[in-house]
Every structure is written in structure tokens, then in C-alpha cells.
């Protein structure tokens, strides 16, 4: 079992809908939780970070956690093309500052005009 | 915010031969880095971490001696390819962990390594 996965996708949806990207990770231990977008030949850029159980919200993104269910999702309203990457979802097992990150797989967003 | 300067963005190289790559935190102090690698449409696999004055620590399954890592300074961290051969064609990427602490870890822009 991979410490962290997602669904590679493609996860196409139109413009303007609510994308939803789901998460799962398989140690009990972790405490931070991050959401990173990827465009082709880039390098990973930050989305949103979380810690706590419940929902964290900034501007068209909402990241979940559900701890009991080792379950973090983000949601994107209003998509727009320009959202179209890969979305990295990530674990760390120590506190935010001193553990290291593993990477899901990622999965391929699409969001058609 | 925090930026990780990263070079070269691309480098080709001849087989056998070695590539440095440097990872700088401009506007903060990092007293540790980490080094990915990632393959084409495959995620981002995390190779070793490195701390400032001391060894750093390889992830199961990557070779020590070939990929040399230097973090002398807490601004500075440098990874060398060593005799690099073509399956270590890949896109290498750093990132940084504030010592002032902090949320989110910021990535370099990443080194595109071509061995032919």
C-alpha cells in the first residue's frame, strides 16, 4: 500500500464546476497535510496547507480533513482552464516544520471551457 | 515570501561525467533541505534530506556515493550527479524548511537533467 494516494485521473470538468480531489493516507501519525499544484515541467507551487480536522478555506479552495478517516480532500469552485494542472496532494509526518513530504501520485485536473 | 533559487534550470551532460546542482534560500535561512526527483508523468520521490553541517539522510534505494549532497551553510545546499548515465535523466527538484518556521515547504524551480 502506497503511504499516500490519489485517483491519477484525468478529472475533467467544465468551466465554472466545482473540481473535487480526494486523498488517503495510510500513517496514523501524520499531522500536516498539503494540496500543491503542478504545471508540466514546473516545479510543485503551495496551494493550501492543513492541520486540523474540518475545512480550511481560501478563495475558491477548500481543503478537508478527516483524520479518523485518513481522508484530505480539495475542492475548486468556479474552476477555470487555468486550473488545469496536476494537483499533488502531500503528508508530513512530523509537525508542519520538521518532517519530511511524500508525495501522491497527483492527479491530472482538466477543466474544459 | 520564502524563494529557493535553483541551478541550472537545464543541463545536458555526457555520460560518465558529474552535474552540480545548487539550491539557495534567498530571503531565509534553511537548516534543512530536501531533494526530490521526479520522473515524466510520475510524482515527485523524495531522495534524501539534507542538514546543514552534517550527513545527509538517503531514502531507501538511492545510492549515496553517486548522488553527493553538500549542505555547508544554511543558505546553501548542492546536489552532484556523479558519473551520471541516461536512466539519471530526470527533473530534480529542492526544497527548503525555513528555520524561522513557518507553513508550507517552497520549492526551487527545478534542474530538467539530460545525460546522453
Known amino acids: 500500500q502506497k503511504e499516500v494516494e490519489q485517483n491519477s485521473g484525468p478529472l475533467s470538468v467544465p468551466e465554472g464546476a466545482i473540481a473535487s480531489l480526494n486523498c488517503t493516507y495510510s500513517?496514523?501519525?501524520?499531522?500536516?497535510f498539503f494540496w500543491y499544484r503542478q504545471y508540466s515541467g514546473k516545479s510543485p507551487e503551495l496551494i493550501m496547507f492543513?492541520?486540523?480536522?474540518g475545512d480550511k478555506e481560501d478563495g475558491r479552495f477548500t481543503a478537508q480533513l478527516n483524520k479518523a478517516s485518513q481522508y484530505v480532500s480539495l475542492l475548486i469552485r468556479d474552476s477555470q482552464p487555468s486550473d488545469s494542472a496536476t494537483y499533488l496532494c502531500?503528508?508530513?509526518?512530523?509537525?508542519?516544520?520538521?518532517?519530511?513530504?511524500?508525495f501522491g501520485q497527483g492527479t491530472t485536473l482538466q477543466v474544459k471551457p | 515570501g520564502a524563494v529557493v533559487s535553483q541551478h541550472p534550470s537545464w543541463v545536458i551532460c555526457k555520460s560518465g561525467t558529474s552535474v552540480k546542482i545548487e539550491c539557495r534560500s534567498l530571503?531565509?535561512?534553511?537548516?534543512?533541505m530536501f531533494w526530490y526527483r521526479q520522473f515524466p508523468k510520475q510524482s515527485l520521490m523524495l531522495m534524501a534530506t539534507?542538514?546543514?553541517?552534517?550527513?545527509?539522510?538517503?531514502e531507501q534505494g538511492v545510492e549515496k556515493d553517486k548522488f553527493l549532497i553538500n549542505h555547508a551553510s544554511l543558505t546553501l545546499s548542492t546536489l552532484t550527479v556523479t558519473s551520471a548515465h541516461p536512466e539519471d535523466s530526470s527533473f530534480y527538484i529542492c526544497?527548503?524548511?525555513?528555520?524561522?518556521?513557518?507553513?508550507?515547504?517552497?520549492f526551487g524551480s527545478g534542474t530538467r537533467l539530460t545525460v546522453v
Open positions: 502531500a503528508v508530513s509526518h512530523g509537525s508542519s516544520n520538521t518532517g519530511k513530504l511524500i
Open positions: 539534507s542538514n546543514e553541517g552534517s550527513k545527509a539522510t538517503y
Open positions: 500513517d496514523r501519525g501524520s499531522q500536516s
Open positions: 492543513i492541520y486540523s480536522n
Open positions: 526544497s527548503a524548511l525555513p528555520l524561522a518556521g513557518g507553513d508550507g515547504y517552497t
Open positions: 530571503d531565509f535561512q534553511a537548516t534543512t
